[in-house]
């Protein structure tokens, strides 16, 4: 990471992982390391179409309807209630706000657009980016994951913060995420 | 009429397949013999001469890969047919094939004669490359899609089958995505079976039930309800068995009505009920060819007390079916050929061929038409 004007960005001088880096993202994290522990998956070509022939309809809700659906039928374990969102963002950004303090962690991100996306991710906790914690570790490694139209990525709940990255992008990033809803449902007994 | 009328020819024109499918059930795939043209002139005199044939029937090529013979065998045994059916039944000729083989002159002959065309197509590379391959074990999907992109570059229309396996059953919707990308409109669906020398099947353990159901709820959801509509045979075919199932009509099949379905190998000898009977071996029984069309008409076979026994026992085994099968009034008393391969006799009942096959579709059918259809909502206002 790097110090921008009040911000920490991510660097451009991405690198493969090492071994051990490589380790974090599945389930050989050593002990008392946070895993990244993140899963691939893919929707169907006609599902991200669906996107597509809505996105200026009315079919947003059909559409977010049979997201979850598939996920489910995949056996993700999803919240009762979840909230979707599509956020669309502009090219050459280094962060695209996809994990937002005010809003709970995404467990499900997917690029619905028609050129690869990029997750920046980080298993440091929130307070060690931020003033003296982060001069201590700057040098503490991000992963950068591709995702092609139509993959995605599910987060268990471990304390993974992600986030877009669109330097390499010549098309708006289009990306889905899902996260457990906030909202308060009354016991309907 | 005790017997027929015939609604399905099975013939093998070779039982030579170039594919080695791991779930195949033909025993003789290897062997390259071909039917001969005297063959093919008793197969339709004795068809014609029988009384069997009071409807129209369909003719289908199968039981070995048809392509491996070129058109020109086919323009002469569509010649024969025609000359022997004299009172001009119709017919309709098809061909169950891998497609591996299709090329321009097939093309042209497809599209010169009305032949109905069924390509075997797994779905999408990862599953299809996992059974369907050839005798060094390499995938075939790529030379499948060859060929269906060819017929369907010809305007050559065709439906496919598709094997249901193990590994199917957590991927509906990618079937899907696959079918549409390729333009494919109707799909039948089996499920691997244990038949002939396929002992085992991946869909025989105890959790394959629900998956299965599972599965199958959420492709016709698809199906039905996702950007292209698909015709689903098995769909078809159980919503008109629910249907008939609510009406005093006689419950039969096909395989369990003597001679509805007559089977034919390469060398002429027939059999009926289930195709895939032809070319078995049992113990109880033998095997199951009850003669030769160059030497047996069927008026002597009809009462030949090899038939007799035969039918006896699969009689016995859907009357089993009758008494002990709730799903009976949809099915009929299964298919002769699973109980026999499964449990080693026609007088039986369940197999995992109608646990699957035909349980969980009436299952997952009915409940698709029980549940409540979802009540248009207005649009929002942009």
Known sequence: ?189 | MEFGPLDLLVVQPTPFCNLDCSYCYLPDRERTERMAVPTLEALFRWVFASDLVRAPFTVVWHAGEPMVLRPDFYEGAFAIAARHNLDGVPLVHSFQTNATLVDAVWCDFLKAHPVQVGVSVDGPAFLHDRYRVTRRGAGTHDRVMRGIRRLRDNGISFHVITVLTQDTLDYPDELYDFYIEEGIERVGFNVEEIEGPHRESSLARTETGPRFRRFLARFLDLAAEGPAPLQVRELDSMQRAIVAAGTDAPVCTEETTPFAIVSVDWQGNFSTFSPELLGLRNERYGDFSLGNVATDPFAVVATSPRLAAIRRDVADGVERCRQTCAYFRFCGGGAPVNKLCETGSFVATETLFCRLNRQAWVDVVLDRLERPRPVATPALSA
């Open chain 1, 1 to 189: 990471m790097e110090r921008v004007d009040a911000g920490l960005d991510p660097r451009v001088d991405w690198r493969p992982p090492t071994a051990d880096e490589l380790s974090m993202l599945v389930d050989e994290a050593p002990p008392g390391v946070n895993p990244l522990r993140t899963n691939l998956l893919a929707i169907p070509a006609w599902l991200r179409t669906a996107w597509w022939d809505h996105v200026d309809q009315t079919g947003y809700e059909r559409f977010a309807s049979d997201v979850l659906e598939f996920l489910r039928f995949k056996d993700l374990p999803l919240p009762a209630l979840c909230e979707i969102e599509v956020a669309v963002s502009r090219p050459d950004q280094t962060r695209t706000r996809l994990h937002e303090a005010t809003k709970a962690a995404p467990l499900v991100v997917v690029n619905l657009g028609d050129e690869a996306s990029h997750i920046i991710m980080s298993n440091l906790p929130p307070a060690a980016t931020t003033g003296r914690s982060y001069d201590a570790r700057s040098t503490y490694p991000l992963m950068r994951i591709r995702l092609d139209p139509g993959e995605g990525l599910w987060f268990p709940p471990c304390g993974v913060i992600c986030d877009g990255w669109t330097r390499e992008k010549r098309e708006l990033d289009v990306v889905l995420t899902i996260r457990p809803s906030r909202a308060v449902v009354a016991n309907p007994v």
